[in-house]
């Protein structure tokens, strides 16, 4: 059964992952980013791929992502996906899943005024056209992320039945130590699982998931979701700026303005507003 990690774009989902995979899938806690692998992306080409589907072909790839959990499901153990999709026709003919297939949702949620100027690093676009694509909504094909609110709004469908959580990056950055437990003791519910913290292990991850020590590991090796600037060829590092990444500091008034407008129910509601 899957345990969704969700989320809109450069919201913190890598670094949970990363989180997550040294605690889960390491003897030690110390994190490297092989271990990221464990916690695969979905939708992936690849997946779909293999299961004989031409990813060109939007509707046969929505219609097989039930398909797709399933085979994923297989292995009888608790899966991890990550996804930036928002939880579209949930339990209807073509739907992102369902309960057959998942078990919970970890969402991650970031103020959208953070988000802009990062996604449009990443993305290589001004953020004045980053927000016009935070709030008219996207999608490549194969996951379709829609506009910022409705990303965040959809899946709290899982709340209705006691199997969200909702994690604020600002939090996680402020308190990891507690903010990290509070996954680990949601996972083990979801589970019905016995939970034991291993003190060793947790306090490792705590230590080697540190934006400062993500940031020197890219420089270092390389990151496996690192893009390139489209006009000049040159790397954008993933792991930009973090926590540095102030709009106060660095959003035009204007972006900030359309963003507030645009997402003032949701910005209300997690206090970024």
């Known amino acids: ?135 008219k909504g996207s999608g490549d094909g194969l996951s379709w992320t829609s506009n910022w609110s409705n990303n965040f709004q959809s899946w709290k469908l899982f709340k209705d039945y006691k199997k969200y959580l909702l994690i604020k990056y600002e939090n996680l950055i402020e308190k990891p130590e507690e903010v990290f437990l509070d996954i680990l003791e949601f996972i083990h519910k979801l589970t019905n699982s016995n939970f034991t913290l291993q003190k060793e292990k947790f306090d490792n991850v705590i230590k080697t998931t540190t934006f400062e020590k993500m940031q020197s590991l890219e420089k270092k090796e390389g990151f496996i979701e690192t893009s390139t600037h489209h006009k000049e060829g040159k790397t954008i590092p993933f792991f930009n700026l973090g926590p540095k990444n102030d709009w106060r500091k660095l959003l035009d008034k204007k972006v900030k303005f359309k963003l507030e407008e645009a997402f003032e129910k949701e910005m209300k509601e997690l206090g970024y507003i």
């Open 1 to 135: 059964m899957i345990v969704w990690l969700a989320s809109y774009p450069k919201s913190g989902n890598t670094l949970i992952r990363l989180m997550l995979s040294s605690y889960f899938f390491s003897n030690d806690g110390i994190c490297n980013f092989n271990l990221v692998k464990n916690i695969k992306q979905f939708p992936h080409g690849g997946l779909f791929l293999k299961m004989g589907i031409d990813i060109k072909d939007q509707n046969e790839v929505i219609k097989n992502y039930i398909k797709a959990q399933e085979i994923i499901n297989k292995t009888g153990s608790v899966q991890f996906l990550k996804t930036h999709s928002h939880l579209f026709n949930f339990n209807q003919k073509y739907s992102f899943t369902n309960f057959e297939n998942s078990i919970g949702v970890i969402y991650i949620v970031r103020d959208p005024r953070n988000v802009v100027t990062s996604f449009s690093k990443y993305l290589d676009l001004s953020v004045d056209e980053t927000s016009n694509f935070m709030i």
